[in-house]
């Protein structure tokens, strides 16, 4: 019987807890943790592993930057997961959603170019411990989402048809294993993967109307110049005219 399979990619804010994430998975040490959210490195880290439980993972952490500059190296991660993943998790801290957090969010629709990506995609929340806190032992999810004052959330939440997992990354790995079930049972429920020629078709139009634009552009400020120089030209003709009634 041949093993299951999950292809994974990670999105998230440096500092969210991506590292962390992808090492609960594998079960293992493997993505390198830092404490500080501003030690962003430009490429992706990729780990294949077999889980214990006899699952093949492969998994892409990226390094939580949402730029249109970082398509070459997102490619180089399709090539990895070809001929997509699986799920595309994001990755987010609790009770403290920011500006920035919102803007990194926006960002991420505009790196997809379209929302398609949701219907592969799994929130994962971190540091379950803060939430449980507040919440209960078994939180519950919607409550929890519709509790944060943020649309960002609400849209990925809403998107990804609520597939939403609460992890706790500082645990013993017994428990981080309980964890990381979850949120492959939730992988699980999705049924395709991503397709890099989705998105390269998608990232074509997108430069194909940014070309039209610039064009649109280009021609607007030439008919700008034009209707100047037609005004300044007026202009003189005018006082042209004007000086040669004075004369006579």
Request: aromatic share 8%; glycine share 4%; hydrophobic share 30%.
């Amino acid at each position: 019987m041949e093993s299951k399979q999950s292809r994974i990619i990670l999105f998230g804010r440096p500092g969210a807890g991506k590292s962390s994430l992808g090492n609960t998975l594998i079960g293992k040490q493997h993505f390198k943790v830092s404490s500080s959210s501003s030690n962003v490195t430009p490429s992706c880290d990729t780990v294949q592993v077999k889980t214990e439980s006899g699952r093949n993972l492969k998994i892409v952490e990226t390094p939580g930057i949402f730029d249109r500059s970082m398509i070459d190296e997102f490619k180089n991660s399709f090539d990895f997961l070809s001929p997509g993943p699986h799920a595309i998790i994001i990755v987010l801290m609790p009770n403290r959603f920011t500006e920035e957090d919102e803007k990194a969010v926006n960002k991420l629709f505009e790196f997809f170019g379209d929302d398609h990506f949701l219907k592969n995609t799994v929130l994962v929340i971190n540091r379950k411990s803060e939430i449980t806190e507040d919440y209960g032992e078994n939180p519950n999810s919607t409550e929890y989402i519709e509790n944060i004052s943020s649309n960002g959330i609400q849209k990925l939440y809403n998107g990804c048809d609520k597939r939403f997992v609460l992890v706790e990354n500082k645990q013993e790995w017994e428990d981080r294993l309980v964890d990381a079930n979850q949120v492959l049972q939730e992988i699980d429920k999705i049924n395709d993967y991503y397709d890099w020629k989705y998105f390269d078709q998608v990232n074509k139009q997108i430069e194909s109307l940014k070309k039209i634009k610039k064009l649109e552009a280009e021609v607007e400020r030439l008919n700008n110049m034009m209707k100047e120089e037609r005004k300044k030209k007026n202009e003189y003709d005018n006082i042209d005219v004007q000086s040669k009634c004075s004369v006579n």
